[in-house]
């Protein structure tokens, strides 16, 4: 597992994402095997800048027929993606190739930049697209001009930031009952709740509307090193770590913040 953040903002893109790959293996243990993970490196490349200055972020599945998934984009980035090809087009081009590799290999990606719109008008475009058994493409901002999207290790971000429901109490089936002239219901697979029960934490009232782009690099790093953190205290595999990588794509320009090198 990973950690890719995007952040989008007024005045640009940034993009953002840990350098560790972990190993699962299989741990033999009294009465059976368990699943185990555990980091196998700290510098693996998950962002990456393409050839039409638009960035792609990759988390889940880490190889592909053996071979690291960086090197496959790497050569997407030499063969299929030119200096004149549209972000829009991107997405379908990763998921068709990752797909004819390996259609039960699960990976999500970031793909992001600008497109010139009829009016010559340079438009952010965010995609998330799901390879394997749940294959999709997602216009991420189709519906807001400034936010944030992060996959991979979600869960600790996702505490901090998004709407939460806690304290459920569950109802058991047979003491619920409902008009079935209003409802339908499929009892089967239903999990009622007791409404009285629950506490609601509403979502982080973040101005994202407002943020600088010096702002949307923090909150990227800041998305990334308090997963890290957090997973220090806690009884998981480290799955998120190692040296950040930031990406800033803007109109006219993309660079890299940070961006890791060979080195002896």
Same mark, same amino acid.
């Given at each position: 597992m990973s950690l890719i953040v995007t952040v989008y903002v007024n005045e640009g893109i940034v993009m953002a994402s840990d350098s560790r790959a972990t190993l699962e293996v299989n741990s033999p243990m009294?009465?059976?095997?368990?699943?185990?993970?555990?980091?196998?490196s700290d510098s693996t490349h998950k962002t990456f800048l393409c050839a039409?200055?638009?960035?792609?972020s990759t988390c889940g599945a880490a190889d592909f027929s053996g071979q690291a998934i960086a090197s496959?984009?790497?050569?997407?980035?030499?063969?299929l993606i030119k200096p004149d090809t549209k972000i829009s087009e991107m997405p379908q081009i990763i998921l068709n190739y990752f797909n004819a590799l390996d259609k039960t290999r699960n990976c999500i990606f970031h793909v992001c930049g600008y497109e010139k719109s009829a009016d010559e008008? *340079?438009?952010?475009? !965010?995609?998330?697209?799901? &390879?394997?058994s749940n294959s999709c493409i997602i216009d991420s901002n189709q519906?807001?001009?400034?936010?944030?999207?992060?996959?991979?290790?979600?869960?600790?971000m996702t505490r901090l930031i998004k709407?939460?429901?806690v304290n459920p109490k569950f109802v058991e089936i047979e003491n619920f009952n409902v008009n079935e002239e209003n409802y339908k219901i499929? *009892?089967?697979?239903? !999990?009622?709740?007791?409404? &009285?029960?629950?506490?609601?934490?509403?979502?982080a009232d973040i101005a994202w509307e407002y943020m600088s782009l010096q702002d949307a690099v923090n909150f990227a790093k800041f998305a990334i090193e308090t997963t890290v953190k957090a997973m220090d205290f806690r009884k998981v595999s480290k799955t998120v770590g190692g040296p950040i990588d930031i990406?800033?794509?803007?109109?006219?320009?993309?660079?890299?913040?940070?961006?890791?090198k060979l080195s002896a």
């Open positions: 009294i009465g059976g095997v368990e699943r185990q993970s555990f980091p196998l039409n200055g638009c960035g792609i496959y984009l790497e050569r997407i980035n030499e063969s008008t *340079m438009m952010k475009k !965010i995609y998330r697209v799901y &390879t394997g519906d807001q001009e400034s936010g944030a999207i992060w996959d991979g290790q979600r869960e600790i709407k939460q429901i499929h *009892m089967d697979q239903a !999990i009622v709740i007791d409404k &009285t029960s629950l506490m609601i934490y509403p979502e990406l800033v794509l803007k109109p006219k320009e993309s660079k890299w913040l940070k961006h890791k």
